[in-house]
């Protein structure tokens, strides 16, 4: 299943003539089961959905939450989680409970899906939505600026997956149900393409990166490129073009460390990892994709490279293992 829009269902319970408090994260110190902008919806009657952490901490702000749902005034719950809570985590939160009910107008913008960005006050006040700007935070990476935690919406960032084999149509849905926008590419040479998969937003039938660059609006820095085809060659010819696209913000590439080195043997022959540039384009390319779980299976290589993605997505890292002993992708040795 997608993951629960807790605005969104803020919003129609809202429109349904409920009491509906959103509590947001507005701090996490130390060690917390959520972190800033972690939110969750709660009704006057104690329908919720999202999370805030689970345990007390949640049971806690539940609690609190109804009682703003219900017509109280905004609150914000501070607690310790093991001196007040007697939790095992160790750290400290804050949340913010907002009513819904004034932030209406903020929540219907939110739901059209734009590119916009969210600011919740840190008191409580009413939600807002405003245009970005060139300082804002990346997606995912929410920060308190001002008094208020400010916050990037919208479309979602986008996995465009080469190939759609075993690896792919199990990477695939992962994927989107963590809040990928996925769209897959395959010449359907295979009959791949012959029954698109429910995952993708979209399905585009060529191998040509600068084909499928154009039918997406251009490769930005919210963009995922994976190269997981079938074929070696394809994979090579796709490297070979999407390597010195500095707009990407993530390639990575499916194979063995032997299949890795051939291929950079072959683009430095080519001329396309000359100087310091080349050297940089080549650093930055994630192969062999996935973090080093010893996976060998393709839901187990899916597993992997979706959590290199969570990753890179939540802390700008991709966490590179060793690679040592490796067995995993030797399906594309």
């Not at 949640?58 to 989680?81: C, K, M, N, S, Y």
């Not at 807002?128 to 008094?147: E, F, K, L, M, N």
């Not at 079938?230 to 990407?248: P, Y």
């Not at 291929?263 to 080093?292: N, Q, T």
């Amino acid at each position: 299943m997608p993951p629960v829009d807790v605005l969104a269902r803020a919003l129609a319970a809202l429109d349904a003539g409920h009491g509906v408090a959103i509590a947001t994260v507005i701090g996490a110190h130390g060690s917390t089961p959520r972190h800033l902008g972690a939110r969750m919806a709660v009704t006057a009657a104690g329908e919720q959905w999202g999370t805030i952490g689970g345990g007390k901490i949640e049971q806690v702000v539940v609690e609190r939450a109804r009682d703003v749902a219900a017509g109280a005034t905004p609150a914000i719950v501070r607690q310790h989680l093991v001196r007040d809570l007697a939790m095992c985590c160790g750290g400290s939160m804050e949340v913010v409970l907002t009513p819904a009910a004034p932030s209406r107008d903020a929540l219907v913008a939110y739901t059209a899906g734009l590119s916009r960005v969210l600011v919740t006050p840190l008191d409580g006040a009413p939600l807002s939505v405003r245009d970005g700007q060139r300082t804002d935070p990346r997606a995912h990476r929410p920060a308190i600026v001002d008094g208020t935690l400010v916050e990037r919406i919208g479309p979602a960032e986008r996995a465009i997956v080469f190939g759609l084999g075993h690896v792919a149509r199990s990477l695939g849905p992962l994927l989107a149900n963590v809040g990928f926008t996925v769209i897959a590419c395959d010449d359907g040479e295979t009959g791949a393409t012959d029954a698109p998969p429910t995952w993708a937003r979209e399905v585009i039938e060529s191998f040509d990166a600068a084909e499928i660059e154009r039918r997406v609006g251009g490769f930005g820095p919210d963009d995922y490129v994976l190269i997981v085809t079938r074929d070696h060659a394809i994979d090579q010819k796709l490297l070979e073009a999407l390597i010195g696209n500095d707009s990407i913000g993530y390639l990575g590439m499916i194979g063995s460390r032997g299949k890795v080195a051939r291929f950079e043997k072959r683009l430095r022959a080519k001329g396309l990892l000359d100087g310091e540039v080349g050297e940089a384009r080549w650093a930055r390319l994630r192969a062999p994709i996935g973090l080093d779980l010893g996976a060998e299976t393709p839901d187990e290589i899916a597993i992997a490279i979706a959590a290199e993605l969570i990753a890179r997505r939540r802390r700008s890292s991709s966490m590179p293992g060793t690679w040592e002993h490796r067995r995993h992708h030797e399906e594309n040795a």
